[in-house]
């Protein structure tokens, strides 16, 4: 998962949003498709939707797959080759011209790698702790709080209040918590809100998806020691590594291309809109692939959260429309 879709850049490589970024950890979307998508056809727009929907299946169908290879080499080795993978698909596609870079142009996209390698180490060792549906829903909080403030509304404040009751519901904090795997999932979500920002300086930067794809390719280099390292530990085995990369193509390369597809149809606020559907999915796909079977009060807690972000950004859909009408007057 990643692109971001902020107020006035959408990028990502594999992750992102509208005010609430989503992501998706998706590489590289520009700021003009909004308004193309905003007169897309009914027939094209439903497409859009479809392909938004697919896409965030496929995205927590990747990381279920990812996580039946845990046993044999660990979070870490499944995260090693997804990064693998993500920077095989996206670096010729995205074809960076990194020769030509500016240090203005490589400290953020260093930056991008770090945070983007962490984010995904992160919630996969959370997933393997905790659960697909409570892991994701948890980093979902990231680009929720980068929608919450920029929102700057009353009713942003509201849905900050509905976010913490989710969580509380979600985590259900008591003895038996594993509060490491909370925190994971937690730093997760710190650093999806990262990515998206530093998303946003990279965007204006470097052209296109150039950036992302840099970022990518770097953090597979950095995880080439990692994977070095954890195979020798753990001796990775045909199936195991199969599940690994099924999850890169999965979690990275089908996102990318039916999220930059989806983002020619659909605008931007209602892109993040959908993009909500993951931590359901995510709990949906845990239930199901993996029988990671919720409680009541942990649905609850998904559905307040989801809620609040699609609230979210339509308050800030809402705030500029409002501005006009005044100045109109």
């Known amino acids: 998962m990643i692109v971001d879709l902020s107020t006035d850049t959408a990028s990502i490589p594999v992750t992102v949003t509208a005010t609430a970024s989503v992501e998706t950890p998706t590489f590289g979307a520009t700021p003009h498709r909004e308004a193309g998508a905003q007169d897309a056809a009914p027939s094209r727009r439903l497409l859009g939707v479809a392909t938004l929907l697919g896409s965030a299946l496929s995205n927590q169908v990747g990381a279920a797959v990812g996580s039946l290879a845990f046993p044999v080499i660990g979070s870490v080795g499944v995260v090693a080759v997804r990064q693998f993978v993500a920077a095989i698909v996206l670096i010729p596609l995205a074809r960076p011209k990194v020769r030509s870079y500016t240090w203005a142009q490589w400290w953020p996209v260093l930056l991008l790698a770090v945070v983007f390698g962490t984010m995904n180490l992160a919630l996969y060792t959370s997933i393997g702790r905790i659960g697909l549906g409570l892991a994701v829903t948890l980093e979902f909080l990231g680009p929720l709080a980068v929608a919450l403030v920029s929102s700057r509304s009353r009713g942003a404040l509201l849905c900050a209040v509905a976010a913490l009751v989710g969580v509380v519901a979600v985590t259900n904090p008591q003895g038996s918590t594993d509060f490491f795997g909370v925190g994971l999932g937690l730093l997760a979500a710190v650093c999806w809100a990262s990515y998206i920002l530093l998303n946003r300086t990279v965007g204006r930067r470097i052209p296109g998806a150039g950036g992302a794809a840099t970022a990518a390719g770097v953090s597979a280099i950095l995880f080439i020691p990692v994977a070095i390292v954890t195979f020798i530990i753990l001796p990775p085995t045909i199936p195991a590594l199969a599940f690994a990369v099924v999850a890169g193509v999965l979690s990275s390369a089908v996102p990318y291309v039916a999220d930059l597809s989806a983002l020619r149809r659909v605008p931007a606020q209602l892109f993040g809109i959908l993009m909500s559907v993951n931590p359901i999915f995510a709990a949906l796909v845990g239930a199901v692939v993996l029988s990671q079977g919720l409680a009541l009060v942990e ?30 007057r």
């Open 299 to 328: 649905w609850a807690g998904i559905a307040i959260i989801v809620g609040a972000n699609a609230a979210t950004l339509m308050l800030h859909r809402v705030r500029p429309a409002a501005k006009r009408t005044t100045l109109a």
